[in-house]
């Protein structure tokens, strides 16, 4: 018996040992001890491989206000299989999203996102190429094309959409979800709702899990079903550029567009891998942050009654003198003003996206500190939608402050990016989260059912789906 509680002793203490010694050498690989270039932000870098991820995944914001009230609003950490400089510092994330590339810095996210979202993906792309990829999804949501060609297309799909929920339980979460792939797949090949659009949808949910993952290639990870996910999509939209090719018909939408860009020559010819990547970066990036953020208003005029009488009367308004067949126009959706408060709130209070990733091509000098080349650093915006200087009593719901001044020209609103990163899809999103709103208001009233739960990290989601029961207005 005392032999083999001496044993357990033992491995005991050689676990702990070799746990320090683990954590401590991966210190010594990454930290000051072997630079001679400069002093590294503080912080600490976890353990080989996998650095602080699972604390990063699990804790969310938690995780990084301990460290900021540790460390200060610049410290380094070990996240998604990369040495990782984190700033909170509004003044110096608005000058790092504008230097970009001359001040040593290009988009760096993942392995994971890079490998299941393709090479050509235009948040990840920088030099020659971002200035083509960009240019190819600039000329397909500019304002002549949403006035004249995707608001018309939006408008006739959320009339649709929207139909008949009054009289039913209605999950939110589950019908945004699905007005965001579909309206997407309208406008970007004409697929409606089908088997194609189901295949899709199912793809598309493992590809989105795959993109904040280790890159761990091992059948039953998210990686690898996040990859999987991706070829089969791929084979997908290959297939329809090919029958696209073989009919020689001609269609209003973006794949259509993207298959004759190029063809007179204003613009570089895109290969069908570009292709392909950009409408997998439009489906993926359009998706989330729709959806979401639509099931969210709903969540935060449920609890506001004020803000949802403002915004029904402010549509109500533009029903005014139409018929119910007749659809918004440009204009309509430029007058939305309070809706337009609304959106932004939404997005600034339930942090859809909590921060852009920049990656070294040279050491960068950083308040004092020197951020070796080829690591990440993380622009973590989140911290800024909550800052009590730029948004009074921060954690209330008050679509009233983006009327009272202008909040979209101040120099630290990131809630789309900034500098020539800035969200291309910026007004066609809000387009159609505006016209989302305009029906819902106008044709229902509601009331939460039963206890619908929020959660707000890695990514914003309702576990069991937020109910509602619906009625006629």
Not at 178 to 200: C, F, N, Y
Not at 329 to 352: C, Q
Not at 438 to 459: A, D, S
């Amino acid at each position: 018996m005392a032999l083999l509680l001496l044993v357990l002793v033992g491995v005991v203490v050689g676990v702990v040992v070799a746990s320090s010694l683990l954590l401590r050498w991966n210190e010594v690989r990454y930290g000051n001890g072997r630079r001679k270039e400069g002093r590294l932000p503080p912080g600490t870098m976890g353990w080989p491989l996998f650095g602080e991820t699972t604390e990063f995944l699990k804790q969310g914001p938690s995780f990084m206000k301990q460290r900021r009230l540790r460390y200060g609003r610049l410290f380094r950490t070990h996240i998604l299989g990369c040495p990782t400089v984190v700033c909170m510092d509004p003044e110096l994330n608005r000058r790092m999203l504008l230097q970009g590339e001359a001040g040593g810095l290009v988009p760096g996210y993942p392995q994971s996102m890079l490998d299941i979202l393709g090479r050509n993906n235009i948040a990840a792309v920088h030099g020659p190429l971002h200035r083509v990829m960009r240019g190819a999804m600039l000329g397909l949501v500019r304002p002549a094309m949403l006035r004249t060609s995707l608001l018309p297309k939006i408008d006739a799909f959320m009339r649709d959409h929207l139909s008949g929920w009054a009289g039913s339980v209605v999950d939110v979460q589950a019908k945004t979800k699905e007005m965001a792939l579909l309206s997407a797949l309208r406008q970007i090949a004409g697929i409606t709702a089908g088997p194609l659009s189901d295949a899709l949808k199912t793809e598309l949910c493992t590809l989105v899990l795959g993109t904040i993952s280790l890159p761990i290639n091992l059948p039953g990870t998210s990686y690898y079903q996040g990859f999987q996910a991706r070829k089969k999509l791929v084979s997908m939209l290959e297939q329809m550029i090919a029958e696209r090719r073989c009919s020689g018909e001609v269609h209003d939408d973006m794949l259509d567009a993207l298959l004759r860009s190029g063809n007179d020559g204003t613009r570089e010819k895109l290969t069908d891998e570009q292709i392909i990547d950009l409408l997998i970066a439009l489906i993926y990036s359009g998706y989330e942050t729709m959806s979401t953020t639509s099931m969210m208003a709903v969540k935060y005029l449920s609890d506001h009654p004020q803000a949802l009488e403002e915004l029904r009367r402010e549509h109500l308004d533009i029903r005014k003198g139409k018929s119910p067949e007749e659809a918004i126009s440009y204009e309509d959706f430029k007058s939305m003003a309070f809706t337009r408060a609304v959106i932004f709130e939404t997005l600034r209070l339930a942090t859809v996206v909590n921060g852009l990733l920049r990656k070294t091509t040279k050491d960068v000098e950083m308040n004092g500190y020197v951020i070796p080349k080829g690591w990440r650093i993380y622009v973590y915006t989140r911290e800024i939608n909550y800052d009590p200087f730029m948004y009074p009593d921060p954690m209330t719901f008050n679509p009233w402050r983006w009327l009272e001044k202008n909040m979209e020209s101040h120099p630290h609103f990131m809630l789309f990016g900034g500098g020539g990163r800035m969200c291309p899809g910026k007004e066609v999103g809000t387009a159609e989260i505006a016209t989302f709103l305009h029906y819902f208001v106008t044709r229902y009233r509601w009331e939460e059912e039963g206890k619908n739960t929020i959660l707000k990290f890695p990514r914003v989601e309702a576990p069991n789906g937020l109910h509602i029961r619906v009625h006629d207005y």
